[in-house]
């Protein structure tokens, strides 16, 4: 007997329905998918010049995209907001949306930042034996990292945010309000 490989499409036709009307807001999720199991961490560094894959270098990373962030906000005359735990953040930045859409420019009305938990990639150490090196294990952890929130006001669009947390492997949020 012949398997037949059945499609999720073929299983609920006729038995669900999707019919829009309006749509109150968009979440889309976005993610590297060659950065999600151990193996790929290592390719990525190592074509990057990196040919120790360590924690080191991954913090590196991470520490100079929290620098451009605030380059960027201060070249630009951008408030950075802290959110504390317990937060409304759409409620604390509604002030910047407001103030850039008056202003009838698209841009970044504010950066909101975040301690959050994250699902991002982790390391193990295992130590040098004999004079070897040292062996690095990549694998994926639930960690408390920073998260910045770059709420944008655009003409045709309304208000929006950018979720990009600043640790490996950087996954991202987008929100359209």
């Known amino acids: 007997m012949a398997m037949r490989a059945v499609r999720t499409a073929d299983i609920l036709d006729g038995h669900v329905s999707l019919d829009i009307e309006c749509l109150d807001r968009i979440y889309l999720n976005g993610y ?9 961490v ?12 360590s924690p080191v270098v991954v913090g590196r990373i991470g520490d100079q995209f929290r620098r451009t962030v605030r380059s960027f906000a201060d070249a630009n005359q951008i408030q950075m907001i802290k959110f504390a735990k317990g937060d409304r953040k759409i409620e604390k930045m509604k002030p910047y949306l407001a103030r850039q859409e008056r202003l009838g420019q698209s841009g970044v009305a504010g950066i909101g930042w975040a301690q959050e938990f994250q699902r991002v990639a982790t390391c193990t150490t295992t130590e040098a034996r004999n004079g070897g090196a040292p ?3 990549w694998g994926r952890a639930d960690r408390r ?28 949020k987008v929100w359209l309000l």
């Open 42 to 53: 290592v390719q990525f560094l190592a074509a990057r010049g990196f040919p120790i894959p």
């Open 32 to 40: 590297v998918p060659n950065l999600q199991v151990g193996g790929q």
């Open 145 to 172: 990292v920073t998260c910045y929130y770059f709420y944008v006001w655009d003409k045709d669009f309304g208000a929006a945010f950018v979720k990009i947390s600043a640790y490996f492997p950087y996954p991202v």
């Open 135 to 137: 062996h690095f294990g």
